[in-house]
């Protein structure tokens, strides 16, 4: 403990020096955070009495052309843009990333996601199907508890969802001079790229944001000191005069006025750091906007608990229906993936993705090393994603037996130390066609809704899942990998074996899952975080994001997206924000704003 509380100190140190080391020529003005327009919520009861709900649409210190609901991958970009020349509220239900040694640091990036704490910059959830799943709470979103690897969308994603090309590439390099680094090549990284190429993943297109077959190296938002770089810091594009970012601002509900022929958008209610509620309003303009930037998860919901969503659903919880809309919700999607532990005889450097082989079949290899459960967290207790409490329930009942509660236990408590000595071969489904949807389970903006995704439902999705398993198999035993491993070519039911006794899920195993590979993906199914759906064009959105039937309102994020973007959306969605803004100044003030 006392070593932990040192580690802790020495953390906080690095970043204080650095905030302080960091400071421009002149007057020094160090703070809580590092620009003058983040705040706490609680900061907007004193900013004006329109906190009380005194003040009205028509305008007001608290009336603001945007409010952005969601301060994450694509919120950042999108509030920064759209400051340059119109008032911004941006509201973000987690804290500051700056300060926090779990998101900043590499080496911290499977604690963030262990962290079931209430302040965690990571909100564990497990859908129905039994997979552990995570959502960010945090200035950033995204960006603050991923894996970093950034790749840009393929050229037929951006001609399915049309997008005008010419401002696509204009706004991804916007992105990557801010936030986007080359990544210092990990030995395992390597021998993973060169296994590649052996089993016929060519040509090889060294290192390249492009989505394109073959491998290839590709960027990420991690320095070469292991510093992330999140969304949060293209905030410092906006402008500080017109942009107002409020931190632990949790959204309850948007505000619509119902009296003309469609409901219209006018504020929302949202909550402090110290439970006080607040509302925040839009000047009274036809195209001031609220702007829904909250995630595949957090949309959807946000949109039903507004009153936007299956009217029958509605009703059972009692939210007064503003818009009846049976697609809100529906469609929800997640990239399945499975994962190959390879264990090494000596400890390996600490990697994240950064090589990636993009195959014609539509499935997607990767490799990290170096992470997995610490000698203390295997013999600890994981909270709601402990297998003895609380999410267990998402199981179907006819699984959840007392067996398969007491085998999960077991597998966690009996994995050595050793056994994560090692590297993982990642394979994942480019363009999952099975999936599911998203329903309330209560009224509470802070709990989990209960989400589907009906991995392998279709049998496409999981013959692409055994063809996969089959080229990590190929790889993990190829020269490159054993001679970087020093353990020899070791039997594929004997490697398979390793990741099926691995905590990674809430699914019950099967005898059969090391001899056939079906039961293999299905059993082992893991997530990388790449959900999307729930409202999706020409259903919840027009084809300019705005949400139909109501006035407006529109949604910038993932829960849009028919598929997944390149083999990480992340690049996409940072760009994704910076384009829709400077969209919307074109459309506002011609073709020259933004720029």
């Not at 292991?226 to 409020?246: C, D, F, I, M, W």
Request: proline fraction near 5%; charged fraction near 15%; hydrophobic fraction near 35%.
């Amino acid at each position: 403990m006392a070593l932990a509380g040192a580690v802790k100190l020495f953390f906080c140190l690095v970043l204080w020096l650095s905030c302080i080391l960091s400071c421009s020529q002149g007057k020094q003005n160090f703070s809580e955070f590092p620009y003058p327009f983040i705040k706490r919520a609680s900061w907007f009861s004193s900013s004006s009495s329109s906190s009380t709900g005194s003040t009205s649409s028509s305008g007001g210190n608290n009336a603001y052309d945007y409010i952005v609901v969601g301060g994450g991958t694509a919120g950042c970009p999108l509030a920064a843009t759209l400051s340059q020349n119109f008032s911004v509220l941006l509201l973000e239900r987690g804290g500051a990333p700056f300060s926090n040694a779990n998101v900043s640091f590499l080496g911290n990036f499977h604690i963030a996601l262990a962290d079931i704490s209430p302040t965690s910059a990571s909100q564990a959830f497990v859908s129905t199907d039994g997979v552990i799943n995570a959502r960010a709470r945090v200035l950033g979103g995204g960006t603050g508890i991923n894996a970093g690897f950034y790749t840009r969308a393929s050229s037929s994603f951006i001609n399915k969802v049309g997008w005008d090309a010419k401002l696509v590439n204009e706004s991804y390099p916007w992105v990557e001079k801010q936030i986007v680094h080359r990544p210092n090549l990990a030995p395992w990284q390597r021998a993973v790229r060169d296994s590649l190429l052996d089993v016929g993943v060519s040509p090889f297109n060294g290192f390249t944001y492009d989505h394109i077959y073959g491998t290839k190296i590709g960027g990420t938002i991690f320095d070469r000191f292991g510093r992330r770089h999140t969304a949060a810091e293209l905030l410092a594009s906006g402008n500080p005069q017109k942009l107002t970012v409020l931190v632990h601002a949790t959204v309850q509900k948007i505000v619509f006025d119902t009296s003309g022929k469609q409901p219209k958008a006018v504020g929302v209610i949202f909550k402090d750091e110290k439970g006080e509620q607040h509302q925040a309003l839009l000047v009274n303009r036809p195209r001031s906007e609220i702007i829904l930037s909250t995630g595949a998860i957090a949309t959807p919901q946000m949109l039903m608990l507004s009153g936007i969503g299956p009217k029958a659903d509605l009703q059972k919880l009692k939210i007064p229906v503003v818009l009846d809309n049976e697609f809100v919700g529906k469609g929800m999607a997640d990239n399945p993936m499975n994962s190959i532990f390879v264990p090494t005889k000596s400890p390996v450097q600490q990697s994240l993705i950064q090589t990636v082989g993009i195959t014609k079949k539509g499935v997607y290899i990767e490799a990290s090393s170096g992470f997995g459960q610490s000698s203390d967290s295997i013999h600890c207790h994981h909270g709601i994603v402990s297998a003895e409490i609380g999410q267990l329930s998402t199981i179907p009942p006819k699984q959840r037996t007392p067996e398969a509660i007491q085998a999960y236990i077991k597998r966690k408590r009996d994995l050595p130390h050793e056994a994560f000595k090692g590297g993982f071969i990642l394979e994942k489904i480019a363009t999952p066609i099975s999936t599911g949807e998203l329903r309330l389970i209560n009224t509470n903006v802070d709990d989990n809704p209960s989400v589907t995704f009906n991995y392998f439902k279709h049998p496409y999705d999981l013959e692409r899942c055994v063809e996969g398993i089959r080229m990590a198999m190929t790889i993990v035993q190829s020269e490159h990998v054993t001679n970087y491993t020093q353990l020899g070519k070791e039997s594929v039911e004997k490697i398979l074996n390793m990741s099926v006794s691995a905590n990674v899920n809430f699914i019950p195993r099967h005898p059969n899952d090391t001899s056939s590979l079906e039961q293999f993906c299905k059993d082992t199914v893991i997530t990388i975080w790449h959900y999307h759906g729930g409202c999706h064009v020409g259903k919840v959105v027009s084809p300019e994001h705005n949400v139909l039937g109501v006035q407006r309102l529109r949604i910038v994020d993932g829960s849009t997206f028919n598929e997944s973007p390149g083999t990480n959306p992340q690049g996409t969605v940072l760009m994704m924000g910076r384009y829709m803004g400077v969209k919307i100044l074109r459309d506002r003030l011609g073709r020259t704003a933004g720029i």
